[in-house]
């Protein structure tokens, strides 16, 4: 295990967040930038089959975590979210919670309520929103049984 003590978390990002999220069980890397929350997801490489790992800002929908797939208002999908699409058994680690879940894209219903809790987290997603023509899916992930 690699010293993180003196590791700055809101200076995390892609598979160094992940590796020292995973070797401290979140204690560093859950907490990120502008108060947001981080959690671990993994899905299985629709081509690869390998393994996938993404740190992703979270918010709550009741028991479920709520991540959003907008990939800074990039055209196309960010590749974990093409991934599940593929493959919705999907892997989440909280903290030191790890479990089995499914995902899903949020309904027509309920994506405007989880849009904007999810804005509160992180308003840049509004901008990401208005730089591409497509609709930012935000993704419930349901507890496996």
């Known amino acids: 295990m690699t010293d993180t003590k003196n590791v700055d978390a809101t200076k995390l990002h892609g598979p160094e967040h992940v590796r020292v999220y995973e070797e401290t069980d979140g204690e560093v890397g859950h907490d990120w930038r502008n108060d947001s929350d981080i959690l671990i997801l993994t899905t299985t490489g629709r081509k690869s089959g390998e393994e996938r790992k993404n740190a992703l800002i979270y918010g709550m929908h009741g028991d479920s975590p709520v991540i959003v797939a907008s990939k800074g208002g990039n055209p196309q999908h960010p590749g974990w979210y093409v ?58 992930l349901e507890r496996a049984a």
């Open 83 to 140: 991934n599940l699409r593929e493959n919705p058994e999907v892997q989440v680690q909280i903290y030191g919670d790890k479990f089995a879940a499914r995902a899903r894209d949020a309904t027509p219903e309920e994506r405007p309520e989880l849009w904007k809790q999810m804005t509160g987290h992180w308003p840049p997603y509004d901008e990401y929103q208005e730089k591409t023509d497509r609709e930012i899916p935000v993704v419930i």
